[in-house]
């Protein structure tokens, strides 16, 4: 069976799916980071494609903020207690930004750092207990120490990946045609002047 776009779906459904684009009335939000994978035909139906540059300094701490936060509110809903100790954490992600440059963290990657942190804390505040839930009203307190062990996890694995893949995880996506490596540039690829996503 045919396929297309860079052989990922078969012909009848990138068909359609071309045919919808082609007469969609509205506003249609598509994301990618494998933006390789889009050919001439399906990159002639956007109309307006927006560049999404690394997370820098200003905006990784800022997203950390966002869900920590997210995760107070939720245990205030369920009446549950937990802290964070936010500064100490703080402190860690401008140490590890500035530390591990090609280990930078993305969205996706805070967002489920952030839940994996919840679920180490919440572990923790059961005394390691994997049998049964010693208190339900335990105290739960998030520290920089899950998030550390979060980013050793995630470092780790990354550095297995580059073993298994003979290259870094950026150069492996420019090598496979996924999307260049923008690390270390000043503007985006459409030659506009990066900027923070909360500037």
Same mark, same amino acid.
């Given at each position: 069976?045919?396929?297309?776009?860079?052989?990922?779906?078969?012909?009848?459904?990138?068909?359609?799916?071309?045919?919808?684009?082609?007469?969609?009335?509205?506003?249609?939000?598509?994301?990618?980071?494998?933006?390789?994978?889009?050919?001439?035909?399906?990159?002639?139906?956007? /109309?307006?494609?927006?560049?999404?540059?690394?997370?820098?300094?200003?905006?990784?701490?800022?997203?950390?903020?966002?869900?920590?936060?997210?995760?107070?509110?939720?245990?205030?809903?369920?009446?549950?207690?937990?802290?964070?100790?936010?500064?100490?954490?703080?402190?860690?992600? @401008?140490? @590890?930004?500035?530390?591990?440059?090609?280990?930078?963290?993305?969205?996706?990657?805070i967002r489920?750092?952030?839940?994996?942190?919840?679920?180490?804390?919440?572990?923790?505040?059961?005394?390691?207990?994997?049998?049964?839930?010693?208190?339900?009203?335990?105290?739960?307190?998030?520290?920089?120490? @899950?998030?550390?062990?979060?980013?050793?996890?995630?470092?780790?694995?990354? /550095?297995?990946?580059?073993?298994?893949?003979?290259?870094?995880?950026?150069?492996?996506?420019?090598?496979?045609?996924?999307?260049?490596r923008d690390?270390?540039?000043?503007?985006?690829?459409?030659?506009?002047?990066?900027?923070?996503?909360?500037?």
């Open positions: 069976m045919k396929t297309g776009i860079k052989e990922g779906l078969p012909r009848p459904l990138v068909t359609v799916l071309l045919r919808v684009l082609e007469y969609y009335n509205g506003v249609l939000f598509l994301t990618t980071n494998r933006i390789g994978d889009f050919d001439e035909v399906f990159a002639s139906r956007v /109309h307006v494609s927006l560049y999404y540059p690394h997370l820098d300094l200003q905006s990784t701490p800022k997203i950390f903020e966002l869900n920590l936060e997210r995760i107070v509110k939720q245990s205030q809903e369920k009446n549950r207690a937990i802290t964070i100790d936010q500064e100490k954490i703080m402190q860690f992600i @401008h140490l @590890h930004w500035e530390s591990k440059d090609r280990m930078r963290w993305n969205g996706r990657q489920n750092g952030c839940q994996t942190a919840l679920a180490l804390a919440e572990f923790e505040a059961q005394g390691g207990n994997l049998e049964r839930v010693v208190d339900a009203n335990a105290e739960v307190k998030i520290t920089y120490k @899950h998030i550390r062990i979060v980013s050793k996890s995630y470092r780790e694995f990354n /550095h297995y990946l580059e073993r298994v893949y003979d290259r870094d995880l950026d150069r492996r996506a420019k090598y496979m045609g996924i999307r260049a690390i270390g540039a000043t503007s985006g690829p459409f030659g506009f002047e990066k900027q923070s996503v909360f500037s």
